[in-house]
């Protein structure tokens, strides 16, 4: 049950929180406030743009990476015995993923 | 390499232990010279009312004004004023002077003082500590 | 009771605005050398609470450093408007008050037809402590 | 009772928040120490400026909440709740002491090290959601720092799993030395890519307030600031808990009240060493950032996977 009153205690004191300026703060509108913030110009042209494609390969490598990671430690959480085949796994996945890593500047 | 991080860490630590240079403001004042070029006043016996500071001034922050004796006197803007000093330097019997107050901050706009007559209180009572 | 409550609260927010002023980086003129002593380590603003902080949103301390033209009133309207609600401005500088040197040029606003502001520092730049006195002066306004 | 105690007080709300305001603090005041200043003093003087995050904390409930207009503002206000929560989480399988534990259970160091992982896409939904500039830029190199450092840190804790087993309480019991010296490697690695999870400085990549405003938080003020970068600080707190906990030996040599002290104190000295990096390092570049992950700290976790092994072989 303690886990229950931790999340409801912490949620509750976030959104009091969050509620907080709504209730005491003074509130006064301006078309500037309603803009998004650019360095104190006024906004030009769209905000999300292309992304940089340069660094993405990590991100794969990551996910990749991550799963064979992952699979190992819940399956020898399930059980012990398969501790070999896991370090095998890991070694295999984290060796792969230093020589990927290696060959992508 | 290894070294090279646990020389950083040395380094902040030996900082953190040095304890602060700064100074305290409202505590403590900064030792500057004497010739601190800090608010000006004006000396209304020693004045002769010539005009060379007002002609002097590159902000055209003085101007004159009849003084309750009839004679006049300069009077500095301050939210014009430089303190460049060249009113004081122009002055030919020394009634200008700088003074060691150099906070000077209003919360209105009427920051002109009229005579530049008066003593302000120097910023005294507080130790004094050059920097380094 | 709920009078008490309320003036609890406005004492709370008055203490709690008072030590954490926060201004955003503007800066328009020259005086942003002085502005960059008080913060380093010889006058040290933060022991006031005071920590520049990078976006507009999170600040409430406006100082206007030095001279402001036309074309920047336009961006220093444009923060000011950016900022939260409880917030001050320090004009610094002669520029910032009257013109200093430029008064009376074409292209010289001076920072209280933009903004309101709370305190004036005179100066050519101001000393640090002069900056430190206006920040003192905006604290006891609170 | 117990559980009671500890999802209210230690290492429950009370904790979280009185951390946050001391964390705060502590940073800044450990800066300013080694940049010769004095750091936030006046608001409390004869504390040495600890009110400073009380004061803060004040400024920000009673100052206006902008909630911008061209955004979801439902999302826009509940996403930095859902960091926080999700950076406040894992404290939820942490034990402070032997039986201050708010939800026991037997695989705690894996629940703990998914939650971890799921804070950073988080805060990539928010700072999407606020679509500025600045945040977008900055939830990118948010994903690319969660590139760089998830595998190390997966690999640091599947290390101390191999050791001591999956459950965050008898993992004290199982350190006959503490985890650091058994370890080494796997604290190193989980120091390193905790310091990129939290942003601590040298891999202050993510909100570098010096080139993008303030990365993911730059929209928001008021409160929601708290939230959102304060969840770095309560991160750092699931961080600090779990390293005391897994490589400092808990609190070994106490049970009980004094224990829950030992363990607090052990994870406010890895705090004080995560903070006072701010202090000694410049800001490394992603691409640096991304090659120190990919590059030496992979190949020290995978080591310490290794000497985990070792040690499991040697003791049987």
Redesign the interface.
């Known amino acids: 049950m303690a886990w229950l009153i931790f999340l409801l205690a912490l949620t509750a004191s976030l959104i009091a929180l969050l509620m907080a300026p709504r209730l005491l703060a003074p509130r006064r509108l301006t078309r500037a406030k309603e803009v998004r913030f650019e360095a104190g110009n006024p906004p030009y042209g769209k905000a999300r743009r292309r992304m940089v494609m340069q660094y993405l390969g990590y991100v794969y490598l990551a996910m990749a990476t991550e799963s064979i990671v992952g699979a190992s430690i819940a399956l020898y959480l399930i059980d012990a015995k398969v501790l070999w085949a896991a370090l095998v796994a890991v070694a295999a996945a984290a060796a792969t993923a230093y020589v990927a890593a290696r060959g992508h500047d | 390499m290894l070294i090279e991080h646990i020389r950083l860490f040395a380094v902040a630590v030996k900082n953190a232990l040095r304890g602060p240079i700064t100074i305290d403001y409202p505590r403590e004042a900064r030792d500057y010279s004497d010739r601190l070029r800090g608010y000006i006043v004006n000396d209304k016996e020693r004045c002769i009312s010539c005009g060379l500071c007002e002609a002097v001034c590159p902000a055209k922050a003085i101007k004159f004004s009849v003084g309750p004796d009839g004679r006049r006197y300069p009077g500095i803007d301050y939210g014009r004023c430089i303190f460049c000093g060249y009113c004081v330097d122009a002055c030919p019997t020394g009634s200008l002077r700088h003074t060691q107050l150099h906070e000077v901050v209003w919360t209105h706009l009427n920051t002109f003082a009229k005579y530049a007559e008066g003593d302000p209180e120097e910023v005294d009572g507080r130790p004094r500590r050059s920097l380094l | 009771m709920i009078r008490k409550v309320e003036g609890l609260l406005r004492l709370a927010a008055k203490w709690g605005t008072k030590w954490s002023l926060w201004p955003p980086h503007l800066v328009t003129a020259c005086c942003g050398v002085e502005l960059a002593h008080t913060f380093g380590p010889a006058y040290d603003a933060e022991r006031f609470g005071v920590l520049p902080m990078p976006s507009a949103r999170h600040s409430n301390l406006l100082i206007i450093e030095g001279t402001i033209t036309m074309k920047m009133a336009k961006f220093v309207k444009w923060v000011y408007e950016q900022m939260p609600e409880p917030k001050f401005v320090i004009a610094m500088g002669a520029c910032a008050i009257k013109g200093g040197v430029f008064y009376g040029s074409y292209h010289m606003v001076p920072a209280s037809n933009v903004v309101p502001v709370d305190a004036y520092v005179s100066g050519c730049p101001p000393t640090p402590e002069a900056l430190l006195k206006a920040i003192e002066e905006v604290q006891k306004r609170l | 009772m117990s ?2 105690a ?3 007080l230690y290492p ?2 009370t904790a ?2 009185a951390y946050l305001l001391v964390a705060i603090w502590l940073e ?1 005041k ?1 800066a ?12 409390s003087r004869w504390l040495g ?1 600890l ?2 995050g ?13 909630v ?3 955004t979801n503002k439902a999302l826009f ?1 509940a996403l ?2 859902v960091v ?2 999700a950076d ?1 989480l894992p404290v ?1 399988f942490i034990p402070g002491a032997p039986d201050l534990v ?2 026991r259970s037997h ?1 705690g160091l ?1 629940y703990v ?1 998914v939650i971890l992982l799921l804070a950073t896409p988080a805060i990539v939904a928010m700072a ?1 959601v ?7 830029i900055g939830a ?1 190199r948010e ?2 720092m ?3 450092y ?2 190390p840190l ?2 640091s804790l ?1 290390a101390m ?2 050791l001591y087993g ?1 459950d965050p309480v008898q993992a004290v019991e199982a350190q006959s030395i503490p985890g650091i010296l058994a370890n080494p490697l796997a604290f190193f690695a989980f120091f390193v890519s905790a310091a990129m999870a939290t942003s601590r400085f040298p891999f202050e990549i993510p909100d570098a ?2 080139e993008i ?2 990365g993911p ?11 959102s970068f304060g969840a770095n600080y309560v991160a750092l707190y699931s961080f600090s808990l779990l390293g005391a906990l897994l490589f400092l030996g808990g609190w070994a040599p106490f049970g009980g009240l004094l224990g829950a002290a030992v363990m607090l104190a052990k994870a406010m000295l890895l705090t004080i060493v995560w903070l ?1 990096l701010r ?3 410049p800001r490394l570049r ?2 640096q950032a ?2 120190l992950g ?2 030496s700290l ?2 020290i ?2 080591a310490s ?1 290794a000497v985990s ?1 070792v040690w499991r072989l040697w003791l049987g």
Do not use: N
């Open positions: 559980g009671l500890a999802a209210l429950g709300i979280i928040f800044r450990l300013a120490k080694v940049q010769w200043r004095y750091g936030p003093l006046y608001v400026g009110l400073q009380l004061a803060d904390a004040l400024k920000l409930i009673f100052s206006e909440l902008v911008p207009s061209y206000t930095p709740l926080f929560l406040a939820m708010i939800y695989y894996a090290l999407w606020e679509a500025d500039k600045f945040t977008y990118l994903i690319l969660e590139a760089a998830e595998v997966a690999l599947f799993i191999i999956p307030d010096t405003v303030f938080y730059t929209e928001y003020g008021s409160t929601l600031l708290l939230a006072i202090a000694i390092y992603i691409d991304l090659r990919w590059g992979l190949a976790s995978a996977v092994v």
